[in-house]
């Protein structure tokens, strides 16, 4: 079955980068989009950024645009979230998520199941 494994989480400064990885396993990881996606409390998930199967293609809320990338390394079946100037309101549990190649950037429809996620706290 689907297994997604984030880790890169931790404590950081503001202004402070970080860099979050999540491994896959149980799918074909080449055939689909991943998404990282984020938790804050007491807020709904939302989409922090996307990459197409052959990373021809990445999307960004605004809210991170500038500030983050993300990348994948098919090979190690891992795709990655490079976070740089961290802000308080970056704080969240993250989790990364496959979708469906067909509904990247529109529905972002989930392929299996989600990973345990990994919390990111930004504060001084």
């Known amino acids: 079955q689907v297994q997604l494994v984030e880790s890169g989480g931790g404590l950081v400064q503001p202004g402070g980068s970080l860099t979050l990885s999540c491994e896959a396993s149980g799918f074909t990881f080449s055939r689909y989009c991943m998404t990282w996606r984020r938790q804050a409390p007491g807020k709904e998930r939302e989409l922090v950024a996307g990459?197409?199967?052959?990373?021809?293609?990445?999307t960004y809320a605004e809210s991170v645009k500038g500030r983050f990338t993300i990348f994948r390394d098919n090979a190690k079946s891992t795709v990655y979230l490079q976070m740089n100037n961290l802000k308080p309101e970056d704080t969240a549990v993250y989790y990364c998520?496959?979708?469906?190649?067909?509904?990247?950037?529109?529905?972002?429809?989930?392929?299996?199941?989600w990973g345990q996620g990994t919390q990111v706290t930004v504060s001084s």
């Open positions: 990459i197409t199967e052959w990373s021809q293609r990445t």
């Open positions: 998520v496959a979708v469906y190649p067909s509904t990247y950037g529109s529905s972002w429809s989930v392929f299996g199941s």
